[in-house]
């Protein structure tokens, strides 16, 4: 397991940034892993957790850190292309402080330590860069840092009762020799085997 106190974003922040790169125009209105999400809407939730685990790293609380996680997906501006890569460097290089994993933050509205958000920022970065990548037909290589720890925290999230299971779905179980994004997907609630025209998804 990768420790996520000292881990970087910036790596897998990159990633997701090109693969928003390469995202169609014709393409907004596709099908994502998540039912509820289409591709614009997906690119808009990505917008708005950036933005927000950036405030939170920064301790910049207020109306970006008091979203709740089922609230409606930010509407995506007419500007994405620019806006998004930037808030993905503003996030990761938010996180670069190391002020920013002590004490107290706040994120979704819920209170957290700083190193747990840290944990939470990287954990959507790699899964719903799984998503994006497998909506929109592009190859995906997260970062293996980030993959790793993803995997590690979604672990936990699922053998934990308290929570009822994964934090984002059921998990759907993947053999155990399976490769580890597989089954960092499968904790997450998704179906690695998911494309747009069959498999199944889970909420975002």
Known sequence: MTDTTT??????AG??????????DTGLGDRTPCPAY???????HLAGLAVAFRDAARKDLGPTTDTAPGAAAPALSASWRADLPRVLDELAEAWEDPAARTGMTRAGGVDLPGDIAAAVAVDELVIHGWDLARATGQE???DQAALRASYGFLLAAAQDESRGGGI???????PDDAPLLDRAVGLSGRDPAWTPLTGRG???
């Open 7 to 12: 881990l970087g974003l910036g790596p897998q």
């Open 15 to 24: 990633i997701v940034a090109r693969l928003v790169a390469g995202v169609p």
């Open 38 to 44: 289409t591709v614009g809407d997906l690119l808009g």
């Open 140 to 142: 995906y290589v997260p």
């Open 168 to 174: 984002f779905g059921a998990v759907v179980p993947v």
């Open 202 to 204: 889970t909420q975002p």
